[in-house]
């Protein structure tokens, strides 16, 4: 299974006329990688190529234009690739095949039909919280702190983060948030609260560290108690 | 990462409650700034119940939500804070757990 982290990108360069038995090589290709079950592939045509032969292939002379450059692509992991280059080696006997180290950043399948009546998994143990308190007109890079962080805590893969606006409070700078019928005040005390392992947490509370300007951090143990849909 | 110990304390009350005229909650953050308590937090809370057993939520033209107040300090200095917020308290709960804290200051103008 293709999950988050590093993996293989293999790319493959044939002529769209390329045969292979009875039918085109790309279709074969194409086949074969989704008999194997790979994560996912695709196909796209080129505009103009050439390869080892040196002869330009463009669809502005008609001649050349029913030999366009496939190009073929698929990511996988390093085991799943080992397992199939033998195959695809023998398969193109005419082309190119790379393969490059690459890192998956989202794997992303929206669920096709969650069960309802699917009974929920319950995750207990010792946890940590993290509690962040900053200004809500606080800024990182021109947007408002609290939401890059809980985008930063997003792409780290931090099981959640909860937001809270104060009514008032004081903290570093000494000066007071609150907010009054005739003031509104848009710099109310914010609080962040997440919860995970140990791990996650000090790898989350390392990095929000590097965003703050002016905060207070704070990290205590916690029994956790997870119900969650797998 | 650079922690130094500390504790946590969160006071429960209610925001009808009152100290010598004025909201309570108010009256505890003055006093945690009088004290020179690093800082204070004040939440509502959309519905809870407390003591009385009476359910605690906004009502029109009259509000009596819950109020957390979080406060995050040295040890000493919750020590020494904790049995004057008592004192304010008619009821309400006092919370109070160990926790590791980092401050990040990077303002020039402000004290470590």
Sequence with gaps: MLTKGPAKKVTIFINEDAPHRMTSLHDALMTFLLHKNVAGATATRAFSGFGSHHALHTPRMEATAEHLPIRIEFIETAERVDELLPTLYEMVTDGLIEVQDTVVIKLARPSTQPDPKLPHQRKAGPAKMLRIFLGEADKFEDEALYDAIVKKLRLMDIAGATVYRGILGYGAKGHQHKQSFLHVSRDLPIMLSVIDTPEKIRAAAEVIEGMLEDGLLVISDVEMIRLVRS | ?112
């Excluded at chain 2, 209610?14 to 800082?39: H, N, T, W």
């Excluded at chain 2, 407390?50 to 000493?76: F, Y």
Aim: charged content about 30%.
């Design chain 2, 1 to 112: 990462m650079r922690t130094q110990p500390g504790k946590i304390l969160r006071v429960h009350v209610s925001e009808s409650d009152r100290y010598q005229g004025q909201p309570l909650f108010e009256a505890i953050v003055a006093r945690c700034r009088e004290l020179k308590i690093a800082g204070a937090t004040v939440f509502r809370a959309l519905e809870g119940y407390g003591e009385s057993a009476e359910l605690h939520r906004a009502h029109l033209g009259r509000h009596d939500q819950p109020i957390v107040i979080v406060i995050v300090d040295s040890p000493e200095n919750l020590d020494r804070l904790v049995p004057k917020i008592e004192e304010m308290l008619d009821t309400g709960v006092l919370a109070i757990s160990e926790v590791e804290m980092i401050r990040v200051v990077t303002d020039p103008r402000v004290s470590a």
